[in-house]
């Protein structure tokens, strides 16, 4: 048992016993290392029982590691304990993320009449490389620049893609460390509370929160009737939408309507920066200015999911466009107050050495403990997607599969 244990036998009753480990990271030459910053990942889990929980990780800082597992179901276990990047790949990704926000190449075509032309686009771009024209959002400041095609006006800009990845980031022996199956700065202190486990492929909640489990789709259906359903955010939030499409509705582009139960859906990406296809310009739209325009009232029901597109820019930029967004979230409860708002939060991904350039793990966690941060105190409800894709079997997936067991 690793809880502190006290003489009160009621404390012992409420913390479940757990498992500790100690790891102790070796260098390439198998010397212990001597400092932290290293980015584990750690499961118990029991096939038997479909049954797991993500453990958590203390970095002691000197090359030892406590992973801590809560001992939530009876039956035989096992662990895995992972380790994503070494310290020494987590500098570099931090490199990159403060210092290569240009790393992912943005467009944009310009069109008038017969006339087009592509620029590139980006959060900031140096302004010593042409004219700009300055897509800064005017309610909330959220910036967004492009090139000034030559011959066309900043108001022709048609639409927003992604152009591609820039190249040869990293040093040869940089790229060292991210080699998959061999394979740094330090992680800020992450302790998450273990904030749910599955048994029988169910997941279940820890800390009082109830939980309803809708195993039909009539079930579905019925907790939806009468409801206005938004979805703002990215592409693992989507998901969302077109899982209750094959459950409740047939398909559509971004909306979804069920006269019959008077069920609306609406998904939104969450506006740039986005790494998408070609979508028009005025398909986008910050989702703090979508809240300020919702009226709210008891039905209906605001989803949220911003993370992924993140990756490639200094924290500093999520920081912002959360706060924006947890201002409206603010707003909207006050003039609402019983409006649900569910907050879904990243989860990993299993990356490859080129992908992790973009996209890491080590960066994500530290935006979800932002987000959890930034939202402490607001009367939001969590999907703790990340524990939820640690604790389970299915592998890390930017799109986590859908359940198979489901029976509607
Ligand atoms: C872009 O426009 C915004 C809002 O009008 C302004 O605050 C910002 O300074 C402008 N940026 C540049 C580089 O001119």
């Known amino acids: 048992v690793c809880h502190k244990q006290n003489s009160s036998t009621q404390t012992v009753l409420t913390a479940p ?10 260098d390439f030459k198998g010397q212990p290392k001597r400092y932290g910053g290293d ?11 479909r049954a797991g929980v993500a453990g958590q990780v203390l970095d002691h800082e ?3 590691y406590s992973v801590r597992f809560p001992l939530l179901w009876q039956g035989s276990a096992q662990f895995n304990v992972m380790m994503v990047h070494s310290s020494e790949a987590a500098t570099v990704l931090r490199r990159l993320r403060e210092k290569r926000p240009d790393r992912v190449f943005f467009a944009s075509i310009f069109r008038h009449g017969r006339h087009s032309e592509k620029t590139l686009c980006n959060m900031c771009l140096p302004p010593d490389k042409g004219p700009l024209c300055n897509y800064t959002d005017l309610h909330y400041g959220e910036q967004w620049y492009c090139y000034k095609p030559k011959g066309l006006g900043c108001d022709t800009r048609y639409n927003h893609f992604i152009e591609g990845y820039a190249e040869n980031l990293i040093t040869k022996k940089e790229a060292l460390l991210f080699q998959r199956f061999v394979s740094r ?9 273990t904030s749910g486990y599955y048994y029988q492929d169910s997941w279940r909640p820890l800390g009082g929160v ?6 039909k789709a009539s079930a579905i259906t019925q907790c939806l009737t009468n409801k206005l359903v938004y979805m703002y955010g990215d592409s693992t939030l989507r998901q969302w939408f077109k899982y209750l499409l094959t459950k409740v509705q047939k398909p559509g582009p971004f909306m979804a309507v069920d006269v019959t139960h008077n069920i609306l859906l609406n998904y939104r990406f969450h506006g740039l920066p986005l790494r998408i296809m070609p979508v028009m310009i005025n398909e986008l739209r910050y989702i703090a200015n979508e809240l300020d325009g919702l009226t709210g009232g008891p039905n209906t ?10 990756s490639t820019f200094p924290v500093e930029v ?4 959360i706060r924006h967004i947890r ?3 603010v707003r909207l409860l006050d003039r609402s107050p019983e409006i649900v708002v569910v907050v879904r939060t990243a989860n990993p991904q299993a990356l490859n050495e080129v992908e992790s350039l973009f996209k890491s793990d080590w960066v994500t966690l530290q935006q979800d403990i932002v987000l959890r941060a930034m939202f402490k105190g607001i009367n939001v409800m969590w999907v703790d997607a990340w524990q939820m894709c640690l604790a389970h079997r299915e592998p890390h997936d930017v799109h986590p599969p859908m359940s198979l067991h489901f029976d509607g």
């Open 17 to 26: 016993a757990c498992l500790l480990l100690q790891v102790q990271l070796r």
């Open 39 to 49: 980015f584990l990942l750690a499961r118990l889990h029991s096939p038997k029982y």
């Open 62 to 64: 000197n090359g030892l």
């Open 185 to 193: 700065q330090k992680l800020d202190p992450v302790k998450l509370a």
């Open 210 to 215: 109830p939980m309803r489990q809708f195993n």
């Open 301 to 310: 029901v605001v989803t949220l999911g911003i993370w992924a597109h993140f």
């Open 318 to 321: 999520y920081i912002q466009r």
């Open 327 to 329: 201002k409206a979230v």
